[in-house]
């Protein structure tokens, strides 16, 4: 089974901070993508990476950066957080040539910047 | 730009029908997906349609018209545990690993 782990469930942070969401996934993925949900907005795309060190802008990418050094990990960054920030942060991958089409969800992370 | 339509909130009794419908506009047109969340949870694949016509697996059917841009999914026999959102995503380009999302549609099964 494919397995995409986030390294947290919930996190807390203070406005400016800097603000690291870590995504692993153990299928040797060449595509991941980071996402945030908000309701009533639905899943919108902030950051992918169809490779090592390579990475492309989604629709939202103000605001953040990314980074991806090793192939099974995707790093999301807030350089400094913001209110409008708040939001739950799901991180996906995928194969570069799948059948199916399918990404692959990790559990999410629900960031509040207070 | 990408625009997707689906039903804000649906709710239907246990063992009935539920059709969640999906319109989209889209520049470019390389597939339609749904996903189910449940609540607190990661989206999980149900389906994907790329050519007209419907798609069955088990309970769960998937619909797709291209030239009318419009999906749908097809709950029979509904249980409890479909109590959950539905998510509408389409792939734009053939070349694009990219999904655009409909906002959901939540869907709560009643006894």
């Known amino acids: 089974d494919v397995k995409v782990t986030q390294s947290s469930r919930y996190l807390v942070k203070r406005t400016g901070e800097k603000v690291f969401l870590e995504c692993v996934q153990d299928?040797?993925?060449?595509?991941m993508f980071w996402y945030r949900q908000d309701p009533g907005l639905g899943l919108r795309l902030i950051y992918f990476?169809?490779?090592?060190?390579?990475?492309e802008k989604g629709d939202i990418p103000e605001g953040y950066s990314v980074s991806r050094e090793k192939k099974e990990r995707f790093s999301l960054i807030l350089e400094s957080a913001s209110t409008n920030q708040t939001s739950m942060y799901l991180c996906?991958?995928?194969?570069?040539?799948?059948?199916?089409?399918?990404?692959?969800f990790g559990p999410g992370t629900r960031l509040t910047v207070t | 730009g990408q625009n997707i339509d689906q039903p804000t909130e649906m709710t239907a009794t246990e063992g009935a029908i539920v059709q969640i419908n999906c319109t989209y506009q889209?520049?470019?047109?390389?597939?339609l997906f749904w996903y189910q969340q449940h609540a607190g949870e990661a989206p999980t694949f149900l389906s994907y349609?790329?050519?007209?016509g419907l798609e069955e697996k088990g309970r769960f059917s998937s619909f797709l018209s291209r030239s009318k841009g419009y999906s749908y999914l097809l709950l029979k026999e509904l249980q409890m545990k479909d109590s959950a959102s539905y998510l509408c995503?389409?792939?734009?380009?053939?070349?694009?690993?990219?999904?655009?999302f409909g906002a959901g549609t939540t869907v709560t099964v009643r006894a």
């Open positions: 996906a991958s995928r194969p570069r040539t799948s059948g199916s089409e399918e990404q692959y």
């Open positions: 299928m040797d993925h060449e595509n």
């Open positions: 990476s169809y490779d090592v060190k390579m990475k």
């Open positions: 889209t520049s470019g047109f390389n597939g």
């Open positions: 349609n790329v050519l007209d």
């Open positions: 995503a389409v792939r734009g380009r053939s070349n694009d690993y990219k999904l655009s």
